[in-house]
């Protein structure tokens, strides 16, 4: 079946570092990938998506380009401040003949940490 | 604020009890989606309802069971509690099933 790993965290940070959180994903036809973010007492907030292969997807400085060739869609950004510290997980959408079946596969979390 | 509303926030209750958690979808989606989210599990997809009907059945117990109202709204009803049930019960909404899905602040459950 469908499945998404994430890198193992927690991800530890000084402010301006830059930031990589891998995934990779395992799922048959072409799935629509996400990051969601989830900060402490919330519920998952959208980051970014791409749809289909080569895609970037970017918001708030975040970015993710779909690849597959790789099977993969690693969230960058190029300089995290202490706000961006948050739970991040990366989850597909699985497509088949142009359908969508909506339901979300979802990686485990990444931890991530940004001291000042 | 996604627009999806959830209540309770907060519910806890003891093993064997039953419990409904309610969620509203944002104005306009026809889709609703019910999600657990637990320490050993993660996040794992439980059920999707379709403008009434049932569209979708992911790792969800015989003991759970969800609807969805004409007016949208969703409920899902958890029975026979037990201790493993505790989470975090997410709820999300879409216009459709291809559309992105916007997450409500979730519902946590304690069962002791």
């Known amino acids: 079946g469908d499945s998404v790993t994430q890198m193992e965290g927690p991800v530890t940070l000084s402010e301006e570092a830059f930031l990589t959180i891998n995934c990779t994903y395992t799922?048959?036809?072409?799935?629509?990938l996400f990051w969601y973010v989830q900060y402490p007492g919330e519920g998952l907030q959208l980051l970014l998506k791409a749809t289909k292969a080569d895609d970037k997807g970017s918001n708030k400085g975040f970015e993710a380009t779909y690849r597959k060739e790789t099977t993969s869609f690693h969230l960058e950004k190029g300089s995290v401040q202490v706000s961006d510290s948050a739970v991040y997980f990366c989850?597909?959408?699985?497509?088949?003949?142009?359908?969508?079946?909506?339901?979300?596969?979802f990686g485990q979390g990444t931890i991530l940490t940004v001291h000042p | 604020d996604s627009g999806v509303t959830q209540t309770p926030k907060h519910l806890i209750t003891a093993t064997g009890q039953r419990v409904t958690l309610r969620c509203s979808p944002r104005s306009g989606d026809l889709s609703v989606y019910w999600y657990q989210q637990s320490l050993d599990q993660g996040l794992q997809f439980l059920i999707q309802y379709y403008n009434g009907e049932e569209r979708a059945k992911g790792n969800i117990l015989e003991r759970f069971s969800a609807q969805q109202f004409p007016d949208l709204h969703s409920e899902l009803n958890l029975s026979s509690l037990e201790l493993g049930d505790s989470a975090l019960y997410f709820c999300?909404?879409?216009?459709?099933?291809?559309?992105?899905?916007?997450f409500g602040p979730g519902t946590r459950l304690t069962v002791l």
């Open positions: 799922a048959t036809g072409y799935p629509s």
């Open positions: 989850a597909l959408s699985a497509n088949a003949g142009g359908t969508s079946y909506g339901k979300l596969t």
């Open positions: 999300a909404s879409s216009v459709t099933t291809a559309d992105t899905q916007y």
